[in-house]
């Protein structure tokens, strides 16, 4: 068999009774056969089609890169996001089981009053069987009278809130700038003596918002958030996702674009750390995303390593709280 | 294929693995229409091709931290070719030039073959393909000239005829004599395994 004509199959120009030929002679011994996929080899790797590539890549090859490259980045998200869901389920399970430094009690003192200790939270039982779930460093106290009806009491910190239904007898709670005035109800309160603001969510029910002077200034409805500053002694209500103020009492913690200096002073709460933040620019980032507060403090700062722009440093100091640096 | 291996590979190599983009055009660039030519060979659908050689580019693009060398980047490439193909004729999806639906067969099992008898790890690529560049500058200067104006630059036997001023007749023998040359030297490169099957068959 001629190599012309060998080339001429191979280029695709010979006719139908010419390839029949050509295969005859491959198959008629292994010499041929190996000679013609020589040829073939030769012939493939030196082709090269008349297209033009930069077409195709502006048109067809930036698109399909870029599609690829959003699934794949999908995917992972995806996969980040089932391993976070896992993370907090699992949370969710132990917790019930391993309650980070709370307890239940029941309180049946006439005077009584409760200082929960930093890094811890607290649930009580009132004798009325209001019940309130206290948040860490929050200072809560009630008079002799609450069995005798007067259903006042005091909080300095954070405190959620279910009270017990009785129409003749008002619940209030006192705060240093606000008192509320509840009419069966469950709320969250937030009023730290070392922050500006008092900030209440109602979750269900119906809650009066009252001025140390007993003056109402409004009444909340479910799902509204009152808070109030006392440096400007601006009252603002708005309506709010109640569980990102409710979820601490589950150990899950949302932050909505904090600050970092906000969220330190916090952290110092929960954990009884102190927090020092030289650089003002990391002071004033703002931080979106959720944290399990029952881990342990490395973990969490860890958390807050991977997800902003924040180095930390521990140094453990004997009788005082640890000192934690952000930087 | 055949390019000569420079500080410039070197270069849009580093700079294609560090997720460049522009990087990775121009190697799509240098190494698009020698995937399509590749594949349409054993396929003879220029759509197919395309679209087979695009998917190459893009698992590339997505693999571009497993790929070791400047090398590494034609190996991938053909070698992702070499198995589309083979994917390709052995779910018969390649559509039969031939009445004779026989010779469709025979074609694809001869395609087939061929395809095995590559191997493209990288290693054994880049030897092929200096043995490649090597044969072609080694060919006499008119067959050289009449090779590359053919299978590099597509033109027609017929253009090359007229620019080198020579007859029609006298291309085909000079790149008859080109493929030959090259073939010889692939000899080297066919594996023995392929040539122990090809024994079986005959015997």
């Given at each position: 068999?001629?190599?012309?004509?060998?080339?001429?199959?191979?280029?695709?120009?010979?006719?139908?009774?010419?390839?029949?030929?050509?295969?005859?002679?491959?198959?008629?011994?292994?010499?041929?056969?190996?000679?013609?996929?020589?040829?073939?080899?030769?012939?493939?790797?030196?082709?090269?089609?008349?297209?033009?590539?930069?077409?195709?890549?502006?048109?067809?090859?930036?698109?399909?890169?870029?599609?690829?490259?959003?699934?794949?980045?999908?995917?992972?998200?995806?996969?980040?996001?089932?391993?976070?869901?896992?993370?907090?389920?699992?949370?969710?399970?132990?917790?019930?089981?391993?309650?980070?430094?709370?307890?239940?009690?029941?309180?049946?003192?006439?005077?009584?009053?409760?200082?929960?200790?930093?890094?811890?939270?607290?649930?009580?039982?009132?004798?009325?069987?209001?019940?309130?779930?206290?948040?860490?460093?929050?200072?809560?106290?009630?008079?002799?009278?609450?069995?005798?009806?007067?259903?006042?009491?005091?909080?300095?910190?954070?405190?959620?809130?279910?009270?017990?239904?009785?129409?003749?007898?008002?619940?209030?709670?006192?705060?240093?700038?606000?008192?509320?005035?509840?009419?069966?109800?469950?709320?969250?309160?937030?009023?730290?003596?070392?922050?500006?603001?008092?900030?209440?969510?109602?979750?269900?029910?119906?809650?009066?918002?009252?001025?140390?002077?007993?003056?109402?200034?409004?009444?909340?409805?479910?799902?509204?958030?009152?808070?109030?500053?006392?440096?400007?002694?601006?009252?603002?209500?708005?309506?709010?996702?109640?569980?990102?103020?409710?979820?601490?009492?589950?150990?899950?913690?949302?932050?909505?674009?904090?600050?970092?200096?906000?969220?330190?002073?916090?952290?110092?709460?929960?954990?009884?750390?102190?927090?020092?933040?030289?650089?003002?620019?990391?002071?004033?980032?703002?931080?979106?995303?959720?944290?399990?507060?029952?881990?342990?403090?490395?973990?969490?700062?860890?958390?807050?390593?991977?997800?902003?722009?924040?180095?930390?440093?521990?140094?453990?100091?004997?009788?005082?709280?640890?000192?934690?640096?952000?930087? | 294929?055949?390019?000569?291996?420079s500080?410039l590979d070197e270069f849009l190599f580093l700079q294609f693995?560090?997720?460049n983009?522009s990087a990775f055009?121009q190697l799509?660039?240098a190494?698009?229409?020698?995937?399509?030519?590749?594949?349409?060979?054993?396929?003879?659908?220029?759509?197919?091709?395309?679209?087979?050689?695009?998917?190459?580019?893009?698992?590339?693009?997505?693999?571009?931290?497993?790929?070791?060398?400047p090398?590494?980047i034609?190996?991938?490439?053909?070698?992702?070719?070499?198995?589309?193909?083979?994917?390709?004729?052995?779910?018969?999806?390649?559509?039969?030039?031939?009445?004779?639906?026989?010779?469709?067969?025979?074609?694809?099992?001869?395609?087939?073959?061929?395809?095995?008898?590559?191997?493209?790890?990288?290693?054994?690529?880049?030897?092929?393909?200096?043995?490649?560049?090597?044969?072609?500058?080694?060919?006499?200067?008119?067959?050289?000239?009449?090779?590359?104006?053919?299978?590099?630059?597509?033109?027609?036997?017929?253009?090359?005829?007229?620019?080198?001023?020579?007859?029609?007749?006298?291309?085909?023998?000079?790149?008859?004599?080109?493929?030959?040359?090259?073939?010889?030297?692939?000899?080297?490169?066919?594996?023995?395994?392929?040539?122990?099957?090809?024994?079986?068959?005959?015997?």
């Open positions: 068999m001629e190599y012309a004509q060998i080339i001429k199959y191979i280029a695709g120009e010979a006719s139908e009774e010419e390839v029949r030929a050509i295969f005859q002679w491959i198959e008629s011994s292994s010499d041929n056969k190996e000679e013609f996929v020589k040829l073939k080899k030769a012939y493939a790797l030196t082709s090269k089609s008349a297209d033009n590539a930069q077409h195709v890549w502006n048109d067809v090859m930036i698109r399909r890169i870029h599609r690829k490259e959003n699934l794949r980045r999908l995917y992972t998200y995806t996969r980040y996001a089932a391993i976070i869901v896992l993370f907090f389920a699992l949370g969710m399970v132990f917790q019930n089981q391993l309650r980070f430094g709370k307890s239940a009690e029941t309180v049946y003192a006439s005077n009584m009053s409760i200082d929960v200790p930093l890094g811890q939270m607290s649930d009580l039982t009132l004798p009325d069987g209001t019940t309130v779930q206290l948040n860490s460093g929050s200072h809560f106290a009630y008079t002799g009278n609450f069995a005798a009806g007067d259903r006042t009491v005091e909080l300095q910190g954070e405190a959620f809130f279910e009270v017990a239904k009785d129409a003749n007898h008002p619940f209030t709670v006192k705060t240093k700038s606000l008192d509320f005035k509840v009419y069966g109800t469950s709320f969250n309160i937030q009023a730290y003596e070392d922050e500006k603001e008092v900030n209440t969510t109602l979750v269900e029910g119906s809650l009066g918002v009252l001025s140390k002077t007993g003056k109402e200034f409004t009444r909340l409805v479910p799902g509204e958030n009152v808070k109030y500053n006392d440096d400007s002694k601006e009252l603002v209500v708005k309506n709010v996702n109640t569980d990102l103020y409710t979820s601490w009492q589950k150990g899950l913690i949302t932050f909505r674009n904090e600050k970092l200096q906000d969220i330190a002073k916090k952290m110092e709460r929960w954990y009884n750390v102190e927090i020092k933040i030289e650089d003002q620019e990391l002071a004033d980032e703002l931080y979106f995303g959720t944290i399990m507060k029952n881990k342990p403090i490395d973990q969490i700062l860890e958390v807050f390593r991977m997800t902003s722009s924040l180095q930390y440093r521990i140094l453990p100091r004997p009788g005082e709280p640890t000192l934690i640096y952000w930087e | 294929m055949l390019t000569e291996p500080a693995k560090s997720g983009e055009e799509f660039k190494h698009y229409n020698p995937i399509v030519g590749f594949c349409n060979q054993f396929i003879s659908d220029h759509d197919k091709s395309a679209s087979l050689a695009q998917e190459a580019f893009i698992n590339l693009w997505m693999n571009r931290s497993k790929i070791q060398s090398n590494g034609k190996s991938f490439l053909y070698t992702f070719a070499k198995s589309s193909c083979l994917n390709f004729i052995r779910h018969q999806k390649v559509v039969s030039k031939y009445e004779d639906r026989h010779l469709q067969a025979m074609e694809g099992k001869l395609n087939s073959e061929v395809l095995d008898s590559f191997d493209f790890d990288a290693l054994e690529f880049s030897e092929m393909e200096e043995l490649i560049y090597r044969s072609i500058s080694e060919l006499p200067e008119k067959c050289r000239q009449v090779f590359m104006a053919s299978r590099f630059e597509g033109k027609k036997n017929k253009e090359i005829a007229d620019e080198l001023q020579i007859s029609v007749k006298s291309v085909e023998a000079n790149i008859t004599r080109a493929l030959k040359t090259l073939s010889v030297k692939l000899g080297e490169y066919l594996p023995a395994v392929l040539v122990q099957m090809i024994m079986h068959y005959m015997s």
